[in-house]
């Protein structure tokens, strides 16, 4: 017998899930009188993802006939689109696997109405997964609108802080390197060429591209303007400026 468990990358960060939800499979597959042979756990993956490394194992082993029972802890766990769930089930159902539910005990996949009960759970962690997207989305706009950080990768040049950004000294000389350069008319081929001659590296230690250079320039209006995006919404937050306008142009 197998399980399987997931925990996405924003529950990891929030030290949720694996460790309780082992224990819960553990308990079910006690409770039914087995033993987990191998338990497949995708760790970072969010629940709307199809192409999981571990899930896609588990799919193999299936499709092999070597699990004949898999216990989840939980629908959410398997996946939060109702599609991609009602796919998996399909598929264990043509590969004759047993699914076990361990929050839902009395799961059977052979009673109609466990089955309506199962989609309409799938139906509720989908509606759930799109409304933490949406919260999430208009959280980072408001932020933005304040002249703060949205989240997520941090601009070149910059440090994160608490929910803002603070001055990363050696960055930021670069990217007024960079603009330097630009003002000055140096295609970014050769700009790259420049940092790389100087030993200047990027923030993973490689060295520098004209397509890097270029995601740099990208990002003019923050360099020189303060400004802010995140979908359509727009801020403005003055610290962040870190080149002259007149000398970028």
């Known amino acids: 017998m197998a399980a399987y468990c997931r925990v996405s990358t924003m529950e990891q960060k929030k030290g949720l899930g694996m460790d309780v939800q082992i ?3 553990t308990a079910c597959a006690i409770e039914h009188g087995f033993l987990i042979d191998v338990l497949f756990r995708d760790e970072g993956e969010s ?5 999981r490394k571990q899930l896609n194992r588990l799919r193999r082993a299936c499709k092999r006939g070597e699990i004949g029972v898999l216990i989840i802890p939980a629908l959410d766990r398997l996946s939060r689109d109702v599609r991609i769930a009602e796919n998996l089930f399909w598929m264990l159902e043509q590969y004759g696997v047993q699914v076990l539910i361990a929050d839902m005990p009395n799961y059977d996949a052979t009673n109609r109405r466990d089955v309506m009960i199962r989609q309409i759970r799938e139906a509720i962690a989908e509606d759930n ?3 933490i997207i949406e919260r999430l989305w208009k959280s980072r706009q408001e932020r933005v609108r ?4 949205p989240g997520g990768n941090v601009p070149y040049g910059f440090l994160r802080k608490a929910k803002g950004f603070l001055l990363h000294v050696t960055e930021s000389e670069v990217v007024r390197l960079i603009f330097m350069w630009d003002a000055k008319s140096v295609n ?3 700009i790259a060429r420049n940092l790389n001659a100087h030993g200047h590296i990027r923030r993973n230690g490689s060295a520098w591209t004209g397509r890097q250079v270029l995601d740099v320039i990208a990002r003019r209006e923050l360099y020189q303007d303060g400004i802010i995006r995140y ?3 727009q801020g403005v937050n003055k610290a962040l400026v870190l080149i002259d306008g007149n000398q970028a142009a």
């Open 23 to 25: 224990r819960d499979v």
């Open 47 to 51: 629940g709307a993802a199809e192409n």
């Open 129 to 131: 997964r799109k409304e």
């Open 146 to 149: 304040k002249g703060n950080a």
């Open 188 to 190: 970014a081929t050769q």
């Open 231 to 233: 979908g359509q919404a």
